[in-house]
């Protein structure tokens, strides 16, 4: 409110000023005519009084216009500053031709997250042996995987896949367990067993003997 009192007394000291200086150039002609031997009294104060109330009416518009002209100021110095903000924050506008009116405010389809594949858990084909106990098990993708423990400390894992194609055998030895044919690997670090049961590839390692790999793949042959 501070500055819309500034402008109101910047307008009426600028109207004061115009006013003022009006009225002193109608003063000084009347002195003129009053020092003027051909002008008589009563002229003079005829012409006073005409002058006078040429003055009030000149008076007359700038006081109506006055309090219009200064709440148009008021106003444009308050809401001005505030919808220029509002034009300058306003995103742009961009029509498109191709948009279907019903589809205006309406939400935009989430995105379908795709489904899970879900494998099917291949179970073994006999029960285990004796001294073998079953402590685990996990599903990675098309594989089932057992964690086996022994009694004799050589846990096992039997991993179990679809047969696709056999894996390569080269480094693997040969061997006939009941009526099938099996290959194996021992080496310091681990032991290795594969073979096709019904179309299923068996997987199974251990830490140390094979014969532990032997003895539990026989269930399964």
Do not use: W
């Amino acid at each position: 409110m501070r500055n819309n009192d500034e402008i109101m007394k910047r307008i009426a000291d600028e109207y004061v000023e115009r006013y003022g200086s009006e009225l002193r150039a109608e003063l000084e002609q009347l002195e003129q005519l009053e020092q003027t031997p051909m002008v008589s009294i009563p002229e003079i104060s005829l012409e006073r009084k005409v002058r006078r109330k040429i003055a009030a009416q000149k008076r007359k518009p700038y006081l109506r216009a006055l309090p219009m002209v200064a709440a148009c100021v008021v106003i444009a110095a308050i809401y001005l500053p505030n919808l220029l903000r509002t034009e300058d924050s306003s995103p742009p506008y961009h029509a498109s031709s191709t948009a279907d009116p019903a589809d205006i405010g309406s939400p935009a389809p989430a995105a379908q997250a795709p489904e899970a594949q879900e494998y099917a858990v291949i179970p073994l084909s006999a029960p285990l042996p004796r001294g073998f106990t079953q402590t685990g098990f996990d599903q990675d993708r098309e594989k089932s995987i057992y964690y086996i423990e022994d009694a004799n400390l050589d846990d096992v894992v039997i991993t179990l896949e679809p047969v696709i194609a056999m894996p390569d055998m080269t480094g693997l030895v040969e061997i006939i367990l009941g009526e099938s044919v099996v290959y194996g690997r021992q080496t310091d670090a681990f032991s290795l067993l594969i073979f096709n049961s019904d179309d299923v590839l068996y997987t199974l390692t251990s830490r140390h003997d094979i014969n532990t790999l032997l003895l539990l793949g026989n269930a399964f042959v």
